[in-house]
């Protein structure tokens, strides 16, 4: 199999999209259609355009879902696009052929200058709701996992993208629920503004499970002024991101969080 050439910087770039990836995981939350596919068997991700990357909230809590994520990568003149592949709601990411996916061969395949794989990561809110009436998504076959086409974002400067604990503007038009009773892990900056965990990873800590979530301020290297802390929520939490932008942070171990909001 040929490979295709890198643009120059590709590679210093790959550690940056993976670190982007969970601000995208917003897009990924579907009870969608599992029918219909058109990958091919080689795991090339299918042409056919949707009409619409909306999707329907799941029916069942989300919390403790297992997914991953294929990124399908185009660097340009100092930013970043990509077509987000996501396995929810398909299957929980199977272990095994998630270690046997090849980056390198992906991308060959699908006609992009760079594949990147982004998880196995975990979601935190019990809902997803948004905005319009559910399509069919483009599906395809990455190794056996079977994966939605959910978002094609474009990231814009690397420089800034690369930085974490900075928050990025994304149109995602969704509210999240964390239901009453449930612990949710926040950071809160200097100025008092918090951001509530909306998926944790995996990728960078094999290891890590939910529990451990409540210890990872001890782990963080955050800024002076910066907090971490669980708490246990005695009301639902609702992050509404309908009418405004969502502001999206990853913390310096890959976890994603999103500016907290009221619906």
């Given at each position: 199999m040929i490979t295709r050439p890198r643009p120059n910087g590709v590679v210093s770039r790959l550690a940056l999209v993976?670190?982007?990836a969970g601000t995208f995981a917003l897009a990924s939350c579907s009870s969608g259609d599992e029918t219909g596919s058109n990958a091919t068997a080689s795991g090339a991700p299918s042409t056919t355009a949707p009409s619409s990357t909306t999707v329907a909230p799941a029916a069942q809590s989300m919390r403790a879902k297992r997914y991953c994520e294929v990124l399908l990568v185009r660097p340009g003149d100092g930013t970043v696009s990509a077509d987000v592949y996501n396995s929810y709601p398909?299957?929980?990411?199977?272990?095994v052929q998630w270690e046997q996916l090849d980056a390198k061969a992906i991308a060959a395949e699908s006609g992009a200058p760079l594949a990147v794989l982004n998880g196995?990561?975990?979601?935190?809110?019990?809902?997803?709701?948004?905005v319009g009436s559910a399509s069919d998504l483009p599906k395809a076959n990455f190794g056996g996992i079977e994966m939605?086409?959910?978002?094609?974002?474009?990231?814009?400067?690397i420089a800034d993208a690369a930085?974490?604990?900075?928050?990025?503007?994304?149109?995602?038009?969704?509210?999240?629920?964390?239901?009453a009773g449930q612990t949710v892990y926040e950071l809160t900056d200097p100025a008092g503004v918090t951001y509530v965990m909306q998926t944790w990873?995996?990728?960078r800590d094999?290891?890590?499970?939910?529990?451990?979530l409540a210890g990872l301020g001890a782990r963080l290297h955050v800024q002076a002024g910066w907090t971490f802390a669980a708490r246990t929520l005695d009301a639902p939490l609702l992050v509404d991101t309908r009418t405004v932008p969502a502001q999206v942070l990853q913390d310096d171990l890959g976890n994603s969080y999103s500016l907290e909001t009221t619906a």
């Open positions: 993976a670190t982007l398909l299957n929980d990411c199977p272990q196995p990561r975990f979601w935190l809110m019990d809902r997803v709701e948004k939605y086409r959910q978002a094609s974002v474009e990231v814009g400067s930085i974490p604990y900075r928050a990025h503007a994304v149109d995602r038009k969704v509210v999240f629920t964390f239901d990873s995996q990728q094999p290891s890590r499970a939910e529990s451990d």
